[in-house]
């Protein structure tokens, strides 16, 4: 395993004028203002960061790495960091590895970290033992409801993947349903936590939501071929195949449903993890024609404060990943850790911040933070551990990927796990 730091600036850098000030506010972002300590050099505050830069996920970790990692910079560089302090960022590459991804647990606890981050549902999964049991505060960026019920020390930054099911099955009964009787559903989902949090919530809800639940077959990230499994799925007749996973084998189904000839004809709709630019390179637009996705974010080029500057630094520093919203919301994440810390800072000082401290003065005060627009707002409920609780439904439109709804509140599931 690689051992990197990232260090966001060359030197110190703070909030001179009224201008910069009003830039941040204007782009509602956090408002971190300077401190020079009596000309001394301010404390740095460190978070540490588990990225799937590569393994089976890279397609879906390196944007998101990207994307965050920009904004650390961003906050840094001209913001000057939070009230003068530095975020010293440690980050690892997990591989998509969950042993990996528990030392990593570890070793940014020994090094000093306030919270830490990880992009997946599954790396989180990997990483929630040790960090619950050492009250060590953490973010999934995309998450699974086990992560949050019973709520502990992980928190879900947007909706989780039983939301996104939850939101679609309702839509589509209000919307596209225009049968007799209940709609038949299978599940084609990811052997991991990313399925398991849509099939939670489908066998949670489907029997009083009026859907007849078929069947749920399985699959792996490394998976060739699923025509095995849709030979099964095809045998049932179903109105809709819900797919829960990534872009790589989201498409090979897909892909593998159109040559059985499934699709068109079936409706076809994705969890956030799957619902991505890359899906669309992956498999062909004319593929993906059609297909329904729930995403928790604004698609880019939407008019919302913060995408000006997350346009500017996305273009500069990895333009490879513009139009790929998985960065969205990893930059969103950055918003929310300076704001956490911005918090923490504020309630108990920076000399008296320890991930406890910030867990309780921090996370727990967050109260309708506005990450610019990018996504709903983020609040801390007692006994709801996700953060913000928006989605939208998205459908792959002439090769884009397009919003057909608002925002769609998620209610809180009533998992009993």
């Known amino acids: 395993?690689?051992?990197?730091?990232?260090?966001?600036?060359?030197?110190?850098?703070?909030?001179?004028?009224?201008?910069?000030?009003?830039?941040?506010?204007?782009?509602?972002?956090?408002?971190?203002?300077?401190?020079?300590?009596?000309?001394?050099?301010?404390?740095?505050?460190?978070?540490?960061?588990?990225?799937?830069?590569?393994?089976?996920?890279?397609?879906?970790?390196?944007?998101?790495?990207?994307?965050?990692?920009?904004?650390?910079?961003?906050?840094?560089?001209?913001?000057?960091?939070?009230?003068?302090?530095?975020?010293?960022?440690?980050?690892?590459?997990?591989?998509?590895?969950?042993?990996?991804?528990?030392?990593?647990?570890?070793?940014?606890?020994?090094?000093?970290?306030?919270?830490?981050?990880?992009?997946?549902?599954?790396?989180?999964?990997?990483?929630?033992?040790?960090?619950?049991?050492?009250?060590?505060?953490?973010?999934?960026?995309?998450?699974?409801?086990?992560?949050?019920?019973?709520?502990?020390?992980?928190?879900?930054?947007?909706?989780?993947?039983?939301?996104?099911?939850?939101?679609?099955?309702?839509?589509?009964?209000?919307?596209?349903?225009?049968?007799?009787?209940?709609?038949?559903?299978?599940?084609?989902?990811?052997?991991?936590?990313?399925?398991?949090?849509?099939?939670?919530?489908?066998?949670?809800?489907?029997?009083?939501?009026?859907?007849?639940?078929?069947?749920?077959?399985?699959?792996?990230?490394?998976?060739?071929?699923?025509i095995e499994s849709l030979n099964r799925i095809k045998a049932l007749e179903p109105d809709v195949l819900y797919i829960s996973s990534t872009p790589q084998p989201t498409s090979i189904i897909i892909k593998d449903a159109v040559d059985l000839g499934m699709y068109p004809g079936i409706t076809i709709a994705l969890g956030h993890a799957g619902i991505t630019d890359q899906l669309v390179e992956l498999a062909g637009a004319s593929v993906v024609e059609g297909v329904y996705g729930v995403y928790p974010t604004v698609k880019w080029g939407d008019e919302v404060p913060a995408m000006a500057k997350m346009t500017e630094y996305c273009q500069a520093e990895h333009p490879e990943d513009y139009g790929n919203m998985d960065y969205i919301t990893c930059w969103a994440e950055g918003l929310i850790v300076a704001e956490i810390l911005r918090l923490a800072i504020e309630n108990v000082g920076v000399d008296n911040l320890t991930p406890q401290a910030v867990e309780e003065q921090g996370f727990k005060k967050l109260n309708n933070f506005d990450v610019g627009g990018l996504h709903g707002p983020v609040t801390y409920t007692e006994g709801d551990n996700r953060l913000s609780k928006s989605v939208r439904v998205f459908q792959v439109q002439s090769g884009e990927i397009k919003p057909i709804t608002g925002w769609i509140e998620a209610p809180q599931i009533p998992y009993n796990f």
């Open 1 to 226: 395993m690689s051992k990197k730091t990232y260090s966001a600036i060359s030197r110190r850098k703070f909030l001179v004028g009224a201008g910069t000030l009003y830039a941040a506010l204007a782009l509602g972002l956090p408002v971190l203002s300077s401190g020079c300590n009596g000309g001394s050099e301010a404390t740095k505050v460190k978070v540490g960061f588990s990225i799937c830069y590569s393994g089976a996920a890279a397609e879906k970790g390196r944007p998101m790495g990207d994307g965050k990692l920009d904004c650390m910079k961003y906050i840094n560089e001209e913001l000057g960091g939070v009230s003068g302090h530095e975020i010293d960022v440690i980050w690892r590459d997990n591989n998509y590895n969950q042993t990996m991804a528990t030392n990593i647990v570890t070793e940014l606890m020994d090094a000093g970290c306030l919270l830490f981050t990880t992009n997946s549902s599954a790396m989180m999964t990997a990483s929630a033992t040790t960090a619950n049991r050492d009250s060590f505060p953490g973010i999934a960026v995309f998450s699974s409801p086990t992560l949050t019920n019973p709520p502990q020390h992980i928190y879900a930054q947007m909706p989780d993947y039983g939301d996104d099911w939850a939101a679609f099955a309702n839509y589509y009964l209000e919307n596209l349903w225009q049968g007799t009787g209940k709609p038949k559903m299978a599940l084609h989902l990811l052997n991991n936590s990313t399925g398991a949090g849509a099939r939670s919530a489908a066998e949670l809800l489907a029997e009083d939501m009026n859907i007849d639940l078929v069947t749920i077959e399985e699959h792996t990230t490394e998976t060739l071929s699923e």
